[in-house]
């Protein structure tokens, strides 16, 4: 068959990777597709690092634009990653009449919606299977394989760094601080890590995902972001006391004329399969009305991971371009006339059952002062623990609520912060758990 | 765009649910392909069963001939299951150009080599993504998403009847009958529940899935079966106190020149995650060199959740239909002339680590005699396990071993139980555990 011929812009840590399957594996390649992929470039302007490849002569070079530009190129592997030049390079990618395959979320997430819209008239294909959780497949499952389904919710952990920490914090009692330090010094967390742990590119990825599978345009800013900064051992210990794990959670919920699309810290029973996902692993549970929960689990970083979902993109376009041709499955999962308006409710709406704990002075009459204003703002007690915790001269007193709103719950705790025997700042975590009581 | 038409054959529980699927969803599946799905006919001979469905007229007929020879019809989804009618229908259908869709394992397993074959040369597209886990995309993973990786094993829990009853022993203690009867009772096992718990539905899946994953013909005679009849709740209780959960396991590992391919019982560890996909779910790991480990679980059986892959399955062949052409994807992965004829390993040659029970006299000695014989046969004991649990009289004693090679094990089995303090009939359980010492 036809070579179809790659052109690959930036030659980082899953541009190596990349780079490497298509070479390393060619063979493979052209026995599972019967389509010889050829790496025609790579553009890049590190030429010191050592890579661990042999590129053809010719192929590696440092201009970007060549790539864009050349005719032969007939998919554009954009590596950069920012929200500046990729984009730049990927819209006249798109204007020349290349297909496109990114990784990049940031991207995606805020300007997702002009991209696709100039690749849809442009008749090209941009694929994005690696911008969200590495090498599961789920944008594939979403557009394809649950192609039938309506999807009622989704609930992922998409950051491994954000979820190495919280478990190294659950198994080791270590403060959040250290954590992010052994983090870091075992390459599990960046030098500025704000995007991790702020829960900033969990919100990306759901961003997309979000769109996705309800049919809406890609919507960023709406999205409720809290990072997991703010855990301390003292909760995890509380969890485990109540048969939960804290995990950052990625959540959408379709409510059909609105959605709940949100990140933040959240307890999960240990019965859900998504507290068994440990150190930096991503993980989703994606449920449909007909197929029911679907789950997936697998690396969600790093060169050779990421790099398989690159190639599985690389090989859908490169299938499409030699049996028939782009547009075979439309780029946000809807015929773009098709993609709804739909809002993302204010985290003020959303219900949720709570963890607060608070830290008060130990003496008689605290819990009925607490418990009044929680029951003056409709919210509803399911259990309360108060153990000999003493932290700072404080003892905490920790309360699980049944079902309540969002509003109530943060108007209640500004009352309750306010008085004189409770400490500053309570403590809030959501409870994702469908077996809870209402 | 023009409408794709579809006929399907056998309206049986899933092929209810494809019906109800297309019906109930036509809407989604147009805002998301864009293609009219036109169910065009349901041929059953069962017209008295209330299916919660209303037909369009002319829709439901009896003669499942006129599906698969009216030229009006592009796909064809055969729903009626086992190997006879079933193949010649499918064959009938190829014969006349047709695409086609089955779930029908049992026929894929047995015939599939074949059927490939007559698909290939008549140029059509044969689907087959519901014959194995339900709802999960592990077909679409193996010949798409992980198209770059070479695949070295897979570990699944591919039969949800097994891990139902598993489950039901190991949470209530309940001997295997009972527990049977139990899943029986409440619909998770048939009435002749051979196919399930004597693991052949598990090596249907699995010939399926080492074909795909390793590029070799179908091969089901060659896979070692044992089903879960023999797993005591005791042994399931020895499990626990070693941090073990027992699973029936459909396992493969490619060793480049051969492969493994065998269903049994096994132990995993807790930390395995694998041991928490518990009830009727199916689950499976597959390990890649570039993606490590993608794990999937989902339901494996039951109306929507199966009906949900065989739509994934009618929207691929459909979008093929429509933008381009056949043979997108080669049927089993591979182009066909680049499949490989693999050997599977014959079970003596295997090496892993075992669980061995022995029902032995409480006498000094016993410990001695048995060792001896297994120190005679190269296998070294990891640990030993005595508690006053006794049985019949007899007291067990449990080992575990390093790496040792199934023929020693074997051979050492037959002499320990020709020793008269021995009572008979060992019950042996490989134990599946990356981090077992070797």
């Not at 992929?37 to 440092?62: C, E, M, N, S």
């Not at 997991?228 to 804290?246: N, V």
């Not at 060169?303 to 946000?332: E, F, Y």
């Amino acid at each position: 068959m036809q070579p179809v011929n790659l052109g690959l812009i930036g030659c980082g840590t899953v541009g190596t990777g990349v780079a490497r399957l298509l070479l390393e594996r060619r063979q493979l390649l052209v026995e599972r597709t019967g389509i010889p992929l050829v790496l025609k470039y790579v553009a890049d302007l590190d030429h010191q690092t050592d890579r661990g490849i042999t590129f053809p002569p010719g192929v590696f070079i440092d201009d970007a634009w060549t790539v864009v530009n050349d005719p032969a190129v007939d998919i554009v592997i954009e590596m950069i990653g920012g929200t500046g030049i990729a984009r730049e390079l990927i819209m006249a990618a798109i204007a020349n009449g290349k297909q496109v395959v990114t990784a990049n979320k940031a991207l995606l997430a805020s300007q997702g919606n002009a991209l696709m819209q100039s690749a849809a008239a442009a008749g090209v294909d941009l694929a994005y299977e690696a911008s969200v959780g590495g090498c599961m497949p789920i944008v594939k499952s979403l557009r394809e394989a649950l192609v039938a389904n309506d999807i009622h919710a989704m609930v992922g952990i998409l950051n491994g760094t954000c979820n190495y920490i919280l478990s190294q914090i659950t198994e080791s009692g270590l403060p959040f601080d250290t954590a992010l330090s052994q983090a870091q010094a075992n390459g599990y967390a960046e030098a500025d890590p704000t995007l991790d742990i702020e829960g900033i590119d969990t919100a990306h990825k759901l961003a997309i995902l979000t769109a996705l599978a309800f049919g809406m345009r890609i919507n960023l800013d709406d999205i409720y972001i809290e990072g997991i900064t703010a855990i301390t051992p003292l909760d995890i210990q509380f969890a485990r006391d109540f048969g939960y794990r804290i995990k950052l959670l990625a959540i959408c919920k379709n409510h059909g004329a609105s959605v709940e699309a949100r990140v933040h810290p959240a307890m999960i029973p240990e019965k859900n399969i998504l507290s068994h996902v440990s150190g930096s692993l991503n993980a989703i549970t994606v449920s449909g009305h007909a197929a029911q929960d679907l789950f997936l689990s697998g690396r969600g970083a790093g060169m050779l991971p990421t790099a398989s979902a690159v190639l599985s993109d690389i090989v859908d376009l490169a299938r499409n371009l030699r049996c028939g041709g782009t547009g075979r499955v439309p780029l946000m999962g809807y015929q773009p006339d098709r993609i709804k308006p739909l809002p993302v409710l204010p985290m003020s709406e959303i219900v949720s059952h709570y963890y607060i704990r608070f830290a008060v002075q130990d003496r008689p009459g605290v819990l009925a002062a607490i418990a009044g204003i929680l029951g003056d703002n409709a919210i509803s007690i399911q259990s309360v623990q108060q153990k000999d915790r003493k932290t700072n001269g404080w003892v905490p007193i920790v309360m699980l609520t049944h079902h309540a709103k969002e509003a109530y719950i943060q108007k209640a705790l500004k009352e309750i912060g306010a008085l004189e025997v409770v400490g500053p700042a309570p403590m809030l975590i959501r409870i994702e758990d469908d077996n809870a009581q209402d």
